[in-house]
């Protein structure tokens, strides 16, 4: 088992910045990647961004290409979602997600809310 837990959430003007970190506990040594999707209101779960935990490749959704970075820190664990320039169209309440063997683990999420 996998637990996931979010922060650094928040609401923040348009052009302003965040950034979003993700803990992981449990058993951490089977995760392989790990990433961040949202969900805005009335829509679907979409991915934004992932990192492999090994080679640290990263993958991004055309929407935040050269918007956001996403990073990691083997030695806590953790994942960070770095959200510069951000648009109204990102306010949405982000997840972080684990892969560990094929099976996949969620946080509860973290809202982001971007003003016009």
């Known amino acids: 088992q996998v637990q996931l837990v979010e922060s650094g959430g928040g609401l923040v003007q348009a052009g302003g910045s965040l950034r979003l970190s993700c803990a992981a506990s449990?058993?951490?040594?089977?995760?392989?990647?790990m990433g961040w999707y949202r969900q805005a209101p009335g829509k679907e779960r979409e991915l934004v961004a992932t990192?492999?935990?090994?080679?640290?490749?990263?993958n991004y959704a055309d929407s935040v290409k050269g918007r956001f970075t996403i990073s990691r820190d083997n030695a806590k664990n953790t994942v960070y979602l770095q959200m510069n320039s951000l648009k109204p169209e990102d306010t949405a309440v982000y997840y972080c997600?684990?892969?560990?063997?094929?099976?996949?683990?969620w946080g509860k999420g973290a809202l982001v809310t971007v003003s016009s």
């Open positions: 997600d684990a892969n560990s063997g094929g099976r996949f683990y």
């Open positions: 449990g058993s951490i040594f089977s995760i392989n990647a």
């Open positions: 990192i492999t935990t090994s080679s640290g490749r990263t």
